[in-house]
């Protein structure tokens, strides 16, 4: 299953096509996607993905102000990308995977943060295409406590939950060939291997 559309309105801050300065024939085109989170004026945020040869792919981008832009090979067909906020850094819960789109939604809805919660299920690939951009809301959430929690050595008493709104196209992730969706912890995706790019 695919969520694909045209994004407009808010979900499109304009992108454009570039060229890394590298070698003579060693050039590969490159997609400017920009990202702006909301609530998240200097956090980190993370692209990775799989390119057509099978290598793996990534980036750092430090947000000024919310805001920040990947430079995507276009040899990567989708990618993911994962927010690390808070003073959790380290632990498995300082990031989440941004939710590109909840099970349900079309392409281009505004998700509000309740919306976001009671969601069960989302992808997290985003199209390596012109004329898409990345809006997304984060929150530090608080875990559910259960018998025993105080004496769990992997109880964290917040983690990160993170979506697009509005919902951008989405694909699959790798190794997925009935295209569902991945399963949710009210709405959040924690960061995991690389689930996105290329099945090469």
Request: aromatic share 8%; proline share 8%.
């Amino acid at each position: 299953m695919s969520v694909r559309g045209s994004v407009t309105g808010m979900g499109v801050l304009g992108l454009a096509l570039v060229t890394l300065p590298v070698s003579p024939g060693q050039a590969e085109s490159t997609v400017e996607v920009p990202i702006q989170v909301s609530n998240c004026s200097s956090c980190e945020v993370f692209a990775q993905g799989i390119d057509e040869s099978g290598d793996f792919w990534d980036q750092a981008v430090r947000l000024r102000n919310g805001v920040g832009a990947f430079q995507v090979p276009v040899s990567v067909p989708d990618f993911q990308v994962s927010v690390q906020k808070g003073r959790y850094f380290g632990y498995d819960n300082s990031s989440a995977l941004i939710v590109m789109a909840y099970r349900g939604e079309a392409v281009g809805s505004p998700i509000s943060n309740r919306r976001s919660r009671t969601s069960k299920a989302g992808f997290v690939c985003l199209p390596t295409t012109e004329g898409v951009s990345i809006r997304a809301k984060v929150r530090l959430v608080k875990t559910p406590k259960y018998p025993g929690w105080r004496t769990d050595p992997l109880f964290k008493r917040k983690y990160v939950r993170a979506w697009a709104s509005p919902t951008l196209p989405s694909e699959p992730s790798r190794g997925n060939p009935q295209g569902l969706p991945l399963s949710t912890k009210k709405g959040a995706i924690a960061v995991q291997n690389v689930i996105c790019g290329s099945n090469a």
